[in-house]
Every structure is written in structure tokens, then in C-alpha cells.
């Protein structure tokens, strides 16, 4: 039997017990999104009424200003896409389409971004999360784009100022395609300067995909962003219209309203929420276990004990009914590397967090009084 | 400059004048659907609470039975995706990863089609859709997919029972994977009768593309299902899992509300509202100008005067307002025969098909004083 990817081992999840495998967001909707869903189908007359360009519009700069990225509506061109990874298929199929197929990626990352580049034709180095951080890394010749998730998934790991104004001069003077995925950045201010701002000054052609698909319980009621540089020289608008026509009125005004709320206190009040789930991780498990003490994002990494696997651990935590993601899929170019870290979902009621934890508290235990046996 | 798209012609129609451009259901709710509407709310929390796994199969069940497509339901596996291209794309980009590269397409059809596929590496050969309609078309040797789309957009042409029999015999016997697009199919009875059926009894591999998406006016909250076979040795399901999770089950409990209302007298309305456009169109045009008379799909050719073209008759067209699309890029592989035709779309409140038909008859009055003269 082939291994399964990360977004089948997440299908099963949903389908059955606790769910802290995938990174939706499953926590309850604040009182002030409740308010918004209680309005939705006065949003659907005004969606069916409105000017569709306008509500594109209007999403989009509501959503990319709350996030910090004012120079994107001014300074770039913007896809709104059924969801990230539709967004990402179109970037893989129009790099296909100009031949651009050596991409230097980031490791690890989600599997599913290195899987569709490649199920389009890609050859993928792996460049080091950490080299990528700290501006260390080497880009081989002959790169065509270098893709980077930021803040990266599982890690949190976020490309400072200094280090994305650096990599954007390097993609700059040898003509590479800067491709950044950034579907985590609300979970953490400090990924949250303006991007287009430093893109823009060092001049590089770039396409960042931006994604609100993560941070609210709209129950996937989302949408995915391909933002490029003007005179980037590759058909992404071309590739996009054979897959899609626009998303939803609808969902843009939902996207719209909780941006808005987002902007006025709602993001503040997320990081909260996903801070004080990261607390009773910790309480359950202690810092020990926790390899990513910076991590602001809505997952979080635990260190699987000496002795176990990512593999066997989440394969144990599955039968008590703790369904988590082995670590081991995000490790594209070295599965092994991932078998000491399992992923944990913190989008979740708060409960939901804390009845993982403990099982997972149990699990270490056990573990550990078999290795001291 | 290259030659637009459909779809990039419908993102031009979408944004002013009179749009009767693109195939989505932009006419009024019905009262019934109005009713659902007005439970939006309701249904976010039902969406919120419920299994996904059982939403998704409900959502499936009730779209497929209220179109006569039962034995999809316990012959064939479904995977719901956010829309009809994107399972295309799924289709084209699995078909890839086995090197089934030889597809014999129907001719001519909606341009996303061959695009889609072509962008994935696929080599297309038209069959004209008579010769598919009526069975006599020869598939050339090698012949990996055949391809049809049916009902036909723009033509409204129906594979019968019998015909889609004789290919489905022709491909189980040859090995040929039978694809089908039936986006269209809610529009017409005649395409009612249950293709997994004889599907099943010829034994052949399939994939269909099945669409809730031109029906109803859900502001694009919709979905497109792939509908294959067992044992299809396509891996439809790693590449589907690549691009997503599953679609929301927000849209997808909207979706069974609006099928469950179409099984009890919703699609009949819907068949009048289509055939009453479709009279007023006719009563501006007449009969000789609009040459598919058994059409019952919710666009509609029209015939392009004598000394003019497609393209031009569109662009004029546009000047005064109103956008339709030239049937020039429906026909794939030999654009001038399209230039014959341009497509109406009757999914609009009766005041607008009005209004454009009384624009094209204007012109074509017009074009016909050119010639006389």
C-alpha cells in the first residue's frame, strides 16, 4: 500500500473521533461572527444585486489590509481563487507552461504544495527551512523559482523583513520566480509587515499566494489569493480563466465581513484564542515537548518520545480515537527526518484541545515507562 | 494579442451592460428557493454540527437521484469538487500521471474543455459531434480517452441511450476510458435517463464530470462531482486529495436543498423559465436564425447574418451593450467553422433575454439592409 498524503490522513480525521489533524479552523464563531451568519441571507441578496467586480474588489482589499499588505492592492495583480491550493495548481500549470520547472522549496513544508508542483512536471531541490530563515542558503544554477511558505506549516517559522528583502534581491538579479505561500500569516504579527512593500523595492518578479481559508470557521467558505508582480511572464491569468470564471459573490461578502471584524479587533481576539490553546498543550505536555517555542500559528509541533515514530505514534493515538498528523509527509525529500515530530491542530473548540492533550499526556507517559523498563 | 478565452470573454460580460455571456444561472430565485435563502442561517448551523462524510453523500444522493442518475449512487465512487473545471483539471492531471495522453474530444465544445486538457499535455483529436451523436465516428487507433461532452454546450446535442451504449461497448472493448462531461444535463429529460446504468451493463471504465453549477441561481455556491468507475486505475483520488479536502459543508446542504426542491417540481419550473426565454428569444429572431430547435439547455445558438462573422457580430454586439459569446473558440480545432454562430445564455430574467434579443435583432435587421442594399 503507498504511503497516504497528508490530506488523506486529514479525511479520515474528519470522518470520526477527535479531530486535531487538519489545520481548518473548527473553533466556535465569536459573538461577533455569529452576528455576520445571522445575516447571511440579506448578504446573499446584496451579493446577487451588487457589481461582482466590485465585491471582488472589495474582498480582497479588506482582507490583504488587515493583514498588513496595502501595497498588494496597489502595486500587484490579484486572482481570487476557489481556495490556496486551486491557486497553487494554477501557478504549478503556468510555470509548466513556460517551461519554468526547477523550483528550490522549502523542507519541510505541507506535502500537498511539493505534490502538485511536481504532479505538474516540477523538479523540486529542497532548500533547509532553517537556511531559508537565516538567508544561508545556496540556490542551485539554473533555479526557476524559489517557493517558500511563510509562516511555514508545521514549524510557524517566518521569513523576517531583512531576510525576504534579501531573498527577493537574489531572485531579482537572476531572473528566479519568488513564490511564497503565506496561508498562515494571520495567526502572527510578525508576518504581518507589508511583503509587496519589500518585493517591490528589490524589483523581483513574485507570486504569493495568500489564503482565508485558515484563520475562521466559515466551513470552507473561502477563497484563495494569487497575487503577482505586473510583467511577471507567466500565463497565470490564462490558466486561471480555463479553471474558473470567479468565486462565489457570496463568499467574497462573507470574506469581506470577517475581514472587516478582523480588522477591528477579531484578529486580535484569534491570536488569544489560539494562544490559550497552545497553553493547554503546553500545561498537558510541557515546554519540553513543544520544538517550536515562537510558533504563532494554528497547529503546533510535539516531539514524538525516544523509542516511537511519528508514524507509530499517531497510528496508536488514532485507535484511543486522537486523530494528529505524523510529521513524517511533511519531510518530502527525507520522510525520515519527520518521524520525531507530530502535528496538532489548535483551530478547535477549546475542550476538543484539551481532551487531545491528555491523551497525548498519556501517551508520552506510557512511553516514557517503557523506555525507563 | 492572442486570442480571449470564453471564459476571459464572460469576465469582460460579467463587469457591465447587458450580460448574456456566460452559462450561469442569473435569473431570480424561485419562491422555493427563496424559502431556502431565507434559512441560510439555519443551515450554517446545521452545517456546522453534522457529519461531513454523511452532508457529502446526502448532498450526492439527492443532486444525482432528482437527475435520473440512481446507479451512480451504488455502481461508481463521487468525489465533490468546488466545481465542474476543477474536477476537470482532477481528470486531466490523473490521466497524466498514467501517460494517457491520447484523447478523442467531441467538436466542437466549450473551450475550457481541450484548454484544460491540453494544458496537462493532453493530444486532442476532434470528433465532430454529429459523427458522435449518431454513433458513426471512428476513434483513431491508440485512443486512450474518448470525451464528450452532453447535453453539448453550445448545441444542446444528447447522447441517447442507445448511442451512449454503442461507445460505452466500443470503449470497454478497446480499453478506452469514457469521459463525460453532463454539466448541462438538469436542462433536458432527454439526458435523463441513467448513464451509470448503461454504463454498468457495458462494462467499460468511465469518469463523468456531473454539475450543479448552470442550474440554479446560487450565486456560484455549487459544486462539480467526479463520478467513476471502480477499478478505473486512474488515481483520481491522490490527485483530487492534492487540491482539497472537501468542499464546504455549507454549500453542500445547500446544494441537497435546492436538488430535493428540483425532485419536487422544481426542475419542470425550471424547464418552463428556460422554454420561455428561449420563445422570447425566437419570437424577436425567429426560427430560421436559431438552429438547434431540440435544444433545451440554458444557452442558445444564433445564427450570424450573411457578410458578417462571429467575432465581428459579438464585438458590435458589445459596443451597444450586450455580451455574448462567438462560438469562433467552441470550435477548438477549427475556429472559422464557429464563426457561424454566436451563444446566448437564457439563464437571466426574462426583461434582460428581452432586451438583448431585441438588440440582436436590430443588428441582424441591420446586417440584412447591408446586403440588400
Redesign the interface.
Known amino acids: 500500500m503507498t504511503e497516504l498524503?497528508l490530506?488523506?490522513l486529514?479525511?479520515l480525521a474528519?470522518?470520526a473521533g477527535i479531530n486535531v489533524a487538519?489545520g481548518?479552523a473548527r473553533q466556535e464563531p465569536t459573538s461577533a461572527q455569529q452576528k455576520i451568519?445571522?445575516?447571511?441571507?440579506d448578504l446573499?441578496v446584496q451579493?446577487?444585486t451588487e457589481?461582482?467586480?466590485m465585491i471582488d474588489r472589495d474582498a480582497q482589499s479588506a482582507f490583504l489590509s488587515a493583514l498588513g499588505q496595502q501595497r498588494a492592492l496597489t502595486d500587484a495583480e490579484v486572482l481570487t481563487c476557489?481556495?490556496s491550493?486551486?491557486a497553487l495548481?494554477i501557478l504549478g500549470?503556468s510555470l509548466?507552461?513556460v517551461a519554468a520547472r526547477r523550483v528550490a522549496m522549502i523542507h519541510p513544508t505541507f506535502d500537498?504544495i511539493p505534490?502538485?508542483l511536481r504532479?505538474?512536471g516540477a523538479q523540486l531541490v529542497p532548500i533547509p527551512e532553517e537556511q531559508l530563515v537565516d538567508g544561508s542558503a545556496r540556490l542551485p544554477t539554473g533555479t526557476d523559482v524559489l517557493f517558500c511558505t511563510t509562516p511555514n506549516n508545521p514549524t510557524g517559522k517566518v521569513l523576517s523583513r531583512d531576510v525576504l528583502a534579501y531573498w527577493a534581491h537574489v531572485c531579482a538579479r537572476r531572473g528566479i520566480v519568488l513564490g511564497l505561500d503565506t496561508s498562515f500569516r494571520g495567526f502572527d504579527v510578525s508576518a504581518q509587515y507589508d511583503h509587496y512593500k519589500v518585493l517591490a523595492e528589490a524589483g523581483c518578479r513574485y507570486v504569493v499566494i495568500e489564503d482565508t481559508g485558515k484563520l475562521w470557521?466559515?466551513?470552507?467558505?473561502?477563497v484563495g489569493l494569487l497575487v503577482f508582480s505586473r510583467h511577471l511572464a507567466v500565463p497565470l491569468?490564462?490558466?486561471y480563466?480555463?479553471?474558473?470564471?470567479?468565486?462565489?459573490?457570496?463568499?467574497l461578502l462573507l470574506v469581506r465581513q470577517f475581514a472587516e471584524d478582523a480588522a477591528a479587533g477579531g484578529l486580535k481576539e484569534l491570536h488569544r484564542f489560539v494562544a490559550n490553546n497552545r497553553a493547554l498543550l503546553r500545561n498537558h505536555l510541557g515546554t519540553a515537548a513543544l520544538p517550536d517555542p515562537a510558533s504563532r500559528i494554528s497547529v503546533a509541533r510535539v516531539a514524538v518520545p525516544v523509542g516511537s515514530s511519528a508514524t507509530t505514534m499517531s497510528r496508536e493515538l488514532r485507535r484511543t480515537g486522537v486523530h494528529v498528523l505524523p510529521c513524517r509527509q511533511f519531510h518530502w525529500a527525507a520522510p525520515e527526518e519527520g518521524e520525531h515530530y507530530i502535528r496538532v491542530a489548535l483551530g478547535r473548540r477549546p475542550e476538543v484541545v484539551d481532551e487531545a492533550a491528555a491523551t497525548i499526556r498519556d501517551f508520552l507517559a506510557q512511553a516514557d515507562r517503557s523506555v525507563r523498563r
Chains 1, 2 share one sequence.
Request: net charge negative; aromatic share 8%; proline share 6%.
Open positions: 498524503n490530506t488523506e486529514e479525511w474528519v470522518r487538519d481548518h451568519i445571522s445575516r447571511l441571507p446573499f451579493a446577487a457589481s461582482e467586480a476557489y481556495s491550493s486551486v495548481e500549470r509548466l507552461a500537498n505534490d502538485l504532479g505538474v470557521p466559515t466551513l470552507d467558505l473561502k491569468r490564462r490558466v480563466t480555463d479553471i474558473l470564471l470567479g468565486v462565489s459573490p457570496f463568499i
